[in-house]
């Protein structure tokens, strides 16, 4: 079956004069695969990813995650985008347990079960390296670990659907390649559908099952390599 659906979308921005940044749009992605998203850039790449998670509403077509028609942002979704988003004031542990606070229904679990939630929010920063930096706030940390700290929140609501736009971009190489293993292990090991945007053609082969390639702007799916 499957969890996300676009059918015939366009997407223009700034009224009728504006950028049309995809047009003519399809892309279905079924329950469990791990899709990645490939084109040049300015393609329409984030505006796709913009569009799964209800951030922008398209002037044509529709758009559906698990069977939903979306018209406003999506909560079974765990986003991380390119640029790291930490709220300043907030250490990185409530950084990470930021989307717990968002749905009524996470809210009143982690009233109940605070303990459980931290340690998993630990447990998710020594994941991605980042192992006693839960007390430090945004600013002392670098923009990598910053990056790596914004896929830890993504996660910490066991999202269905993960939606990640270029999330490896700020690190280096070696980091890079830990994280991959990161994400590999968790598609692996839990039930998660996952779309991930990158430039990288090396990182699309090795972690995804079917690559979707995007044309140039107004982009749409050009075809899917399985
Ligand atoms: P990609 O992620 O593939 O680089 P984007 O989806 O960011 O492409 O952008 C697609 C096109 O839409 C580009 O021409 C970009 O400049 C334009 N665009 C993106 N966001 C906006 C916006 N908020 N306002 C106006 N134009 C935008
Ligand atoms: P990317 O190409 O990977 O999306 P950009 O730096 O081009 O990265 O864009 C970052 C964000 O800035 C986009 O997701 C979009 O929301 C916004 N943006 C991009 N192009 C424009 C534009 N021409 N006008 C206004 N906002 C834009």
Redesign the pocket.
């Known amino acids: 079956a499957s969890l996300v659906t676009i059918d015939n979308v366009d997407m223009r ?1 700034g009224g009728a004069d504006g ?1 049309l940044a995809v047009s003519g749009l399809n892309m279905v992605v079924e329950r469990g695969e791990f899709a990645a998203v490939v084109g040049p ?2 393609c329409g ?3 796709l990813m ?1 569009l799964v998670t209800g951030l922008h509403i398209p002037q044509q077509g529709l758009v559906t995650v698990a069977g939903i028609h979306v018209t406003k942002p999506v909560s079974i979704v765990g986003m991380a985008f ?2 790291p988003t930490m709220l300043p004031w907030r250490t990185t542990l409530d950084n990470v347990l930021l989307p717990l606070e968002i749905v009524e229904r996470h809210r009143r679990r982690l009233r109940k079960h605070k303990k459980e939630y931290v340690e998993k929010a630990e447990h998710l920063l020594e994941t991605v390296g980042l192992k006693g930096f839960g007390s430090k706030y945004p600013w002392q940390l670098s923009g990598g670990m910053q990056q790596r700290a914004n896929l830890c929140r993504a996660l910490i609501h066991e999202p269905e659907l993960l939606m990640l ?2 999330p490896f971009g700020a690190l280096d190489a070696f980091t890079r390649e830990e994280l991959w293993q990161v994400i590999r292990d968790l598609h692996a090991s839990q039930d998660v559908t996952i779309v991930l945007v990158t430039h990288d053609l090396r990182e699309a082969v090795f972690l995804a099952d079917n690559v979707h390639v995007m044309s140039a702007r107004p982009g749409k799916i050009l075809k899917v390599h399985k």
């Open positions: 921005y950028t850039s300015g790449k984030s505006t913009k390119q640029n736009d270029e």
